[in-house]
């Protein structure tokens, strides 16, 4: 499993501006797509991990993602465009927050939810500019059975996964570290990363551009 968090050196590029966030285009199949091709960042979790939150303080632009009160309402592939501008770069580097649908809501009908598999599968395994996927599981509870199943599948895919512990404001420092522990044991990986983050306070926030640079630089 490719590590995503490199502890930070002092030569370390970790200073990242977004300049731009702007809706593109919802699919469920490949010629939905963007025509523009440009390096892809994805994000999936449980339908009620603070996904659409963390997009739009990732990108810091109020209801970039739409925040909604009913879990599972997302039931596309979004694609983002973001700009940034990366200390030492010359130019602005774009690239594409992918959003996909959540997964693990009970409510949500079996046929609809097999439909989702099947195209979020397809996007997975046959997108050429997919970098890595960030996994979002809520920090203040133990990985579920959706959320470990997932992980593993990924993680057998070859997919690189960034695991990003959501909502973290909710916790102490000690609590967090205690949660994910908790996570490690229970996705089987004793090393994993695993990077805190609440949008309420933006904190993890640097971190994850910083995570997302090195790949935009590659």
């Known amino acids: 499993m490719r590590r995503l968090c490199r502890k930070r050196e002092a030569h370390t590029l970790d200073k990242v501006t977004i300049t731009q ?7 469920v199949k490949k010629e939905q797509y963007p025509e523009v091709r440009r390096k892809e960042i994805v994000f999936i979790g449980r339908s009620n991990v603070g996904k659409s939150s963390l997009i739009n303080s990732l990108a810091r632009t109020k209801n970039l993602a739409r925040v909604s009160g009913q879990p599972g309402k997302t039931q596309t592939i979004n694609f983002y465009e973001l700009g940034a501008k990366i200390e030492g770069e010359a130019e602005r580097r774009d690239f594409y927050l ?3 649908p959540g997964y693990g809501y009970a409510r949500t009908a079996k046929s609809k939810r097999k439909v989702w598999s099947r195209f979020i599968e397809a996007y997975l395994l046959h997108s050429e500019d997919l970098q890595f996927v960030c996994q979002l599981m809520d920090i203040r509870h133990e990985p579920m059975t959706s959320d470990i199943e997932m992980f593993q599948w990924l ?3 070859g997919l690189p996964v960034l695991v990003v512990a959501t909502k973290a404001d909710k916790l102490s420092r000690n609590e967090q570290k205690k949660s994910i522990t908790v996570m490690r044991k229970a996705l089987g990986v004793a090393e994993l990363d695993i990077l805190p983050y609440s949008s ?5 926030r640097s971190e994850l551009l910083d995570v997302i640079a090195n790949v935009l630089i590659e």
């Open 98 to 100: 992918v959003d996909l």
């Open 155 to 157: 993680v057998a895919k």
């Open 200 to 204: 309420v306070k933006n904190e993890g």
């Open 21 to 27: 966030g702007k809706y593109i285009a919802s699919a």
